[in-house]
């Protein structure tokens, strides 16, 4: 039990704030369908109750340990072994917060575009949120792997039922994309839990090392559940749809939040469970990673539809933090974390972005507009920042992500550093292109007579603008959660690799 | 000469069943409200369900056998039969054929299943499958002025005369080897002589697949399946894809695991083509069908395909997860029926897929139940499908058929495909026709309770897996 600190609070914070938006929802249920401004604020109050509830998480947060805090352990179902086992550590709390910010944007932003089925998408806004956060406090697989599938549920329902015109289409490539991966990890989760003694528990099952080959087929079968949630290039193709048809709300969720979970999932239990095959597969997953980056950037260019140019770019941005991860050193991984951090605020801002001219002007081809500097000023240097920050321009968090990626790529493999790099390159070419198109050259007349942000809009934007200076400017004040737990992770990975580490600890200092 | 009557103790449920299926029998030619005669067979069979739980014993020698195994699947045909009830009431007013019968063949259908499950005796057991069948066979065409109700009734029955044949087959080179029709007799001489690798041997195991094949409805012994389950009464089809196939995997599971437990080898290597060709062909041809109660009764035969993985897995453990299955699968099916069953009214057959368009507009709490339904025979969580998807993946994964597992989990992923798209139906287009739906006090109950089983079974599972497993003791 030295593993874990049990929850010192005088509330179970972790269960709370996995259940407060299951809360939320009920009370949604048991409204009536015609109180659709109740039914609003009644998810608008629960998101932001959550994320209240959920800043201890930060303030109370012991840096100095890799252990998990916050921990509740009760027995569930007996017969299998399974407990019902929360905890958080550097790794994943940051990714808490960020799910809980998440559910107040989305709540606000679609507070006037979602107006058919009111009372049915709160519920799934609520209930994604409540199993996404779910899926990062789990530390018992049959808990993990029921948030991580039951969420499939409603976000399926966001997307099919609130979507654009290809939404059908899109949603059910999503569901199938993501079950195949997720139930080959389900036989793996299995195999590894007679393997282990019957047990589901993730730190025992950390405490134990399995045969090579073993390790290598049970990597494959997470790298099934994870790649496609990343996505990690093949396996991308239901992202583009998914991202472009969704609602607003939905394409934030997936980009913001739920396709970190696959790369949550390689840094929570590829990494640790199977260290050997890991560092075998290295070549294998730097390769993938770095076609990603650069297929993804180049299809970019190719775009004409706004939200699935920032989609495509997702699979461009999230190919550098698989690239971090598995440059297996301490500055690829946290960096790998950070840009995940920055990746669900960037894009996550620029598809709230998209979403409030799209509710304006209902189109999302890039050739409808043009000039919108002139017309919306506020919104355009909002769109500015993230752009910029999308780029990766120093002062932004974006900046700080790529570059620690890079620093850990060029160790782990030169080439695939140099190779990434261009992937930088192109991305600045097609989001500076992007914002050319849309907000400079002649006013297309479509769009004149816009109206600026309003009050609602804005207060969604400005919590991620500070987020993004925030981390461009001061990283350590993020960073500093992760040292110990990535350190903790290096050296169940490199098992007298240490010094290795400490090294790249060297280097790290230097470089702040 | 004295005659002395056996232990009669034992059989308690068995002989309250038929005194109730008489009754109601009886009393349909005094009651003429048949709402009555329903409640009466439910509150009977409620009755009756308080004295399942008896201490186990064994009678008529060893011929009948009562014991946690067969009380186990009694309480699915239980709730099975409860369910079927509930949600018949108002449907066979709709489909006017509201006549008393239809209750007694329930339970004397349902006797049947319970003397199969607790058969000691391949000619108990023959006589349990022919109770039930010939009862579900007049069950099936109901509607006598519905010629796809007369059709179904006519191909179940030839189909099904055909594998009680093979059965029989079976049954009499298994006595000309071992000259008895005792099941544990016949496990104990099997393994006493060495008759594993016999060719007449296997010859009977493979005429018992194919009977017992049949009833579950396992490819390529399913054809009977999709015409029977589209033509037969909506609510005779809930009761027969749980009930008979429960009944079917009770008596596979005591005949494989007890008589031909020393040929494990051998069944397990026909079982194993087998379970995967009907995973195959439920899930494959389930995509095309228009058909709701055609698409699920190809469900119903992939379903029969995955928990074959837990038969093969041939042990307690295994068993365990087939029973857990079925008891889940008894309520997330019939749940499922419930809602179809509430789309049929006057002049509406209700039954073809794309009735569920929109759905969700004008009925939103009937859409959210059948998501629910739909969900859980795909085997997601929170689920109760998922629990037994889960149990049956781990048994047969613990048993060494991890790659048998994962082509289980490939049809698995396929099946969400079919089962999706009711749900897209529903929520994701717009409705073409004005459904009405005929409600009723019963669909009402009955949809309750599959609902709430659904989902507190996905939560809390730990009841019923105990369950599973104290009554696999001793087996």
Same mark, same amino acid.
């Given at each position: 039990?030295? $593993?874990?600190?049990?929850?010192?609070?005088?509330?179970?914070?972790?269960?709370?704030?996995?259940?407060?938006?299951?809360?939320?929802?009920?009370?949604?249920?048991?409204?009536?369908?015609?109180? *659709?401004?109740?039914?609003?604020?009644?998810?608008?109050?629960?998101?932001?109750?959550?994320?209240?509830?959920?800043?201890?998480?930060?303030?109370?947060?012991?840096?100095?340990?890799?252990?998990?805090?916050?921990?509740?352990?009760?027995?569930?179902?007996?017969?299998?072994?399974?407990?019902?086992?929360?905890?958080?550590?550097?790794?994943?709390?940051?990714?808490?917060?960020? +799910?809980?910010?998440?559910?107040?944007?989305?709540?606000? !932003?679609?507070? *006037?575009?979602?107006?058919?089925?009111?009372?049915?998408?709160?519920?799934?806004?609520?209930?994604?949120? @409540?199993?996404?956060?779910?899926?990062?406090?789990?530390?018992?697989?049959?808990?993990?792997?029921?948030?991580?599938?039951?969420?499939?549920?409603?976000?399926?329902?966001?997307?099919?039922?609130?979507?654009?015109?290809?939404?059908?289409?899109?949603?059910? =490539?999503?569901?199938?994309?993501?079950?195949?991966?997720?139930?080959?990890?389900?036989?793996?989760?299995?195999?590894?839990?007679?393997?282990?003694? =019957?047990?589901?528990?993730? /730190?025992?099952?950390?405490?134990?090392?399995?045969?090579?080959?073993?390790?290598?087929?049970?990597?494959?079968?997470?790298?099934?559940?994870?790649?496609?949630?990343?996505?990690?290039?093949?396996?991308?193709?239901?992202?583009?749809?998914?991202?472009?048809?969704?609602?607003?709300?939905?394409?934030? &969720?997936?980009?913001?939040? /739920?396709?970190?979970?696959?790369?949550?999932?390689?840094?929570?239990?590829?990494?640790?469970?199977?260290?050997?095959?890991?560092?075998?597969?290295?070549?294998?997953?730097?390769?993938?990673?770095?076609?990603?980056?650069?297929?993804?950037?180049?299809?970019?260019?190719? $775009?004409?539809?706004?939200?699935?140019?920032?989609?495509?770019?997702?699979?461009?941005?999230?190919?550098?933090?698989?690239?971090?991860?598995?440059?297996?050193?301490?500055?690829?991984?946290?960096?790998? &974390?950070?840009?995940?951090?920055?990746?669900?605020?960037?894009?996550?801002?620029?598809?709230?972005?998209?979403?409030?001219?799209?509710?304006?002007?209902?189109?999302?081809?890039?050739?409808?507009?043009?000039?919108?500097?002139?017309?919306?000023?506020?919104?355009?240097?909002?769109?500015?920042?993230?752009?910029?920050?999308?780029?990766?321009?120093?002062?932004?968090?974006?900046?700080?992500?790529?570059?620690?990626?890079?620093?850990?790529?060029?160790?782990?493999?030169?080439?695939?550093?140099?190779?990434?790099?261009?992937?930088?390159?192109?991305?600045?070419?097609?989001?500076?292109?992007?914002? $050319?198109?849309?907000?400079?050259?002649?006013?297309?007349?479509?769009?004149?007579?816009?109206?600026?942000?309003?009050?609602?809009?804005?207060?969604?934007?400005?919590?991620?603008?500070?987020?993004?200076?925030?981390?461009?400017?001061?990283?350590?004040?993020?960073? +500093?959660?992760?040292?110990?737990?990535?350190?903790?992770?290096?050296?169940?990975?490199?098992?007298?690799?240490?010094?290795?580490?400490?090294?790249?600890?060297?280097?790290?200092?230097?470089?702040? | 000469?004295?005659? $002395?009557?056996?232990?009669?103790?034992?059989?308690?449920?068995?002989?309250?069943?038929?005194?109730?299926?008489?009754?109601?029998?009886?009393?349909?030619?005094?009651?003429?409200?048949? *709402?009555?005669?329903?409640?009466?067979?439910?509150?009977?069979?409620?009755?009756?369900?308080?004295?399942?739980?008896?201490?186990?014993?064994?009678?008529?020698?060893?011929?009948?056998?009562?014991?946690?195994?067969?009380?186990?699947?009694?309480?699915?045909?239980?709730?099975?039969?409860?369910?079927?009830?509930?949600?018949?009431?108002?449907?066979?007013?709709?489909?006017?054929?509201?006549?008393?019968?239809?209750? +007694?063949?329930?339970?004397?259908?349902?006797?049947?299943?319970?003397?199969?499950?607790?058969?000691?005796?391949?000619?108990?057991?023959? /006589?349990?499958?022919?109770?039930?069948?010939?009862?579900?066979?007049?069950?099936?065409?109901?509607?006598?002025?519905?010629?796809? @109700?007369? *059709?179904?009734?006519?191909?179940?029955?030839?189909?099904?005369?055909?594998?009680?044949?093979?059965?029989?087959?079976?049954?009499? !080179?298994?006595?000309?080897?071992?000259?008895?029709?005792?099941?544990?007799?016949?496990?104990?001489?099997?393994?006493?002589?060495?008759?594993?690798?016999?060719?007449?041997?296997?010859?009977?195991?493979?005429?018992?697949?194919?009977?017992?094949?049949?009833?579950?409805?396992?490819?390529?012994?399913?054809?009977?399946?999709?015409?029977?389950?589209?033509?037969?009464?909506?609510?005779?089809?809930?009761?027969?894809?749980?009930?008979?196939?429960?009944?079917?995997?009770?008596?596979?599971?005591?005949?494989?695991?007890?008589?031909?437990?020393?040929?494990?080898?051998?069944?397990?290597?026909?079982?194993?083509?087998?379970?995967?060709?009907?995973?195959?062909?439920?899930?494959?041809?389930?995509?095309?069908?228009?058909?709701?109660?055609?698409?699920?009764?190809?469900?119903?035969?992939?379903?029969?395909?995955?928990?074959?993985?837990?038969?093969?897995?041939?042990?307690?453990?295994?068993?365990?997860?087939?029973?857990?299955?079925?008891?889940?699968?008894?309520?997330?099916?019939?749940?499922?029926?419930?809602?179809?069953?509430?789309?049929?009214?006057?002049?509406?057959?209700?039954?073809?897929?794309?009735?569920?368009?929109?759905?969700?507009?004008?009925?939103?709490?009937?859409?959210?139940?059948?998501?629910?339904?739909?969900?859980?025979?795909?085997?997601?969580?929170?689920?109760?499908?998922?629990?037994?998807?889960?149990?049956?993946?781990? @048994?047969?994964?613990?048993?060494?058929?991890?790659?048998?597992?994962?082509?289980?989990?490939?049809?698995?992923?396929?099946?969400?495909?079919?089962?999706?798209?009711?749900?897209?139906?529903?929520?994701? =287009?717009?409705?073409?026709?004005?459904?009405?739906?005929?409600?009723?006090?019963?669909?009402?109950?009955?949809?309750?309770?599959?609902?709430?089983?659904?989902?507190?079974?996905?939560?809390?599972?730990?009841?019923?897996?105990?369950?599973?497993?104290?009554?696999?003791?001793?087996?």
């Amino acid at each position: 039990m030295d $593993q874990i600190i049990m929850n010192q609070l005088s509330y179970p914070i972790l269960s709370t704030v996995i259940f407060l938006p299951v809360f939320g929802a009920l009370l949604i249920l048991l409204s009536r369908r015609s109180w *659709e401004l109740l039914t609003k604020w009644i998810a608008l109050a629960t998101s932001i109750a959550t994320f209240l509830l959920s800043i201890p998480l930060l303030t109370e947060f012991n840096k100095s340990t890799h252990k998990m805090q916050f921990a509740e352990k009760h027995s569930w179902i007996t017969n299998w072994n399974i407990n019902y086992f929360l905890g958080v550590d550097g790794i994943s709390v940051l990714f808490i917060l960020l +799910s809980t910010l998440t559910a107040i944007l989305c709540v606000l !932003i679609s507070w *006037e575009a979602i107006t058919k089925k009111v009372k049915e998408f709160y519920i799934s806004i609520l209930l994604t949120t @409540s199993f996404m956060i779910g899926v990062f406090c789990s530390l018992d697989f049959f808990l993990f792997y029921l948030f991580w599938e039951a969420m499939l549920i409603p976000m399926f329902l966001i997307i099919g039922v609130w979507g654009g015109p290809n939404r059908i289409y899109a949603a059910i =490539k999503f569901f199938l994309y993501t079950l195949v991966g997720s139930l080959l990890m389900l036989v793996g989760i299995i195999v590894l839990y007679f393997y282990a003694g =019957k047990t589901f528990n993730i /730190l025992e099952l950390m405490t134990k090392s399995y045969p090579y080959t073993m390790q290598v087929w049970l990597f494959w079968a997470f790298f099934a559940a994870f790649a496609v949630k990343v996505p990690m290039w093949p396996l991308h193709t239901w992202l583009p749809d998914a991202h472009t048809e969704a609602p607003t709300a939905g394409s934030v &969720i997936l980009a913001a939040v /739920l396709i970190k979970m696959g790369a949550y999932g390689f840094l929570r239990f590829s990494l640790p469970l199977f260290p050997e095959a890991s560092k075998a597969m290295v070549p294998a997953m730097l390769t993938l990673s770095v076609i990603g980056i650069i297929y993804g950037a180049v299809i970019c260019l190719a $775009q004409t539809d706004l939200k699935r140019l920032i989609a495509y770019s997702s699979v461009s941005h999230m190919g550098f933090v698989t690239l971090g991860i598995f440059a297996l050193n301490s500055q690829g991984l946290e960096g790998g &974390i950070l840009q995940m951090l920055n990746h669900g605020i960037i894009t996550g801002a620029l598809f709230l972005s998209v979403g409030i001219v799209y509710d304006r002007t209902h189109t999302r081809k890039i050739a409808d507009y043009g000039g919108l500097a002139t017309v919306m000023p506020i919104y355009a240097a909002f769109f500015m920042v993230f752009t910029l920050a999308s780029v990766g321009l120093p002062g932004t968090n974006g900046f700080i992500g790529e570059f620690l990626i890079l620093l850990g790529g060029f160790t782990a493999n030169k080439w695939a550093g140099v190779l990434a790099c261009t992937g930088i390159i192109i991305g600045a070419g097609y989001m500076l292109w992007l914002y $050319q198109k849309i907000f400079f050259v002649s006013v297309n007349p479509k769009i004149v007579g816009l109206p600026d942000m309003d009050i609602r809009e804005t207060i969604t934007l400005v919590p991620l603008i500070l987020l993004v200076f925030w981390i461009g400017i001061y990283p350590n004040s993020f960073l +500093s959660f992760m040292h110990v737990s990535v350190q903790h992770l290096m050296e169940r990975v490199n098992m007298g690799g240490v010094q290795e580490a400490n090294i790249a600890k060297t280097i790290m200092e230097v470089v702040r | 000469m004295n005659f $002395q009557l056996p232990d009669l103790s034992p059989m308690i449920p068995e002989l309250l069943m038929t005194a109730l299926a008489l009754i109601v029998l009886l009393i349909d030619l005094l009651i003429k409200k048949k *709402e009555v005669i329903a409640l009466i067979s439910m509150a009977g069979v409620a009755f009756v369900g308080l004295t399942l739980f008896g201490p186990p014993g064994v009678t008529f020698g060893t011929m009948f056998i009562s014991d946690g195994y067969s009380t186990f699947f009694k309480l699915i045909f239980f709730i099975n039969v409860i369910l079927s009830v509930l949600i018949s009431i108002k449907y066979i007013a709709v489909e006017r054929v509201n006549y008393g019968e239809f209750y +007694s063949l329930i339970l004397f259908s349902t006797i049947g299943m319970m003397i199969m499950a607790s058969a000691g005796d391949l000619i108990v057991l023959y /006589l349990g499958l022919e109770l039930m069948a010939l009862s579900t066979y007049v069950l099936a065409g109901f509607i006598r002025h519905d010629i796809k @109700s007369n *059709e179904a009734a006519l191909k179940y029955f030839l189909l099904g005369a055909f594998s009680s044949a093979f059965l029989l087959y079976g049954i009499s !080179i298994i006595y000309g080897l071992t000259g008895t029709t005792d099941i544990k007799a016949i496990a104990l001489f099997i393994s006493e002589k060495g008759l594993a690798g016999n060719l007449s041997l296997l010859l009977s195991v493979m005429f018992f697949i194919v009977a017992f094949g049949f009833k579950i409805a396992a490819a390529p012994f399913h054809m009977w399946a999709p015409d029977v389950y589209e033509g037969a009464p909506t609510s005779i089809t809930a009761f027969m894809s749980v009930g008979p196939k429960a009944a079917g995997f009770a008596v596979l599971g005591r005949v494989f695991m007890v008589a031909f437990a020393s040929v494990k080898v051998e069944w397990a290597v026909i079982l194993i083509p087998l379970s995967i060709l009907t995973m195959a062909v439920g899930n494959i041809v389930a995509l095309s069908q228009t058909n709701i109660k055609r698409m699920l009764a190809y469900s119903s035969i992939a379903h029969a395909g995955y928990a074959l993985l837990g038969i093969i897995a041939a042990n307690n453990e295994g068993l365990a997860s087939v029973m857990n299955y079925l008891m889940i699968y008894a309520f997330m099916n019939i749940g499922a029926f419930a809602v179809i069953i509430m789309l049929r009214s006057e002049g509406f057959k209700g039954d073809s897929i794309y009735d569920y368009e929109g759905l969700s507009k004008a009925h939103p709490l009937a859409a959210a139940l059948m998501l629910i339904f739909m969900f859980s025979l795909t085997g997601i969580p929170p689920t109760a499908g998922f629990i037994g998807k889960l149990y049956i993946f781990m @048994s047969a994964i613990n048993a060494g058929y991890t790659w048998l597992v994962v082509v289980a989990v490939i049809f698995s992923a396929i099946s969400a495909y079919f089962y999706l798209r009711i749900v897209m139906y529903m929520y994701m =287009k717009e409705p073409k026709v004005a459904v009405s739906l005929t409600t009723s006090p019963g669909t009402d109950v009955a949809l309750g309770i599959t609902a709430i089983a659904v989902i507190l079974i996905g939560v809390l599972p730990s009841f019923l897996l105990e369950l599973a497993r104290t009554a696999i003791k001793g087996f």
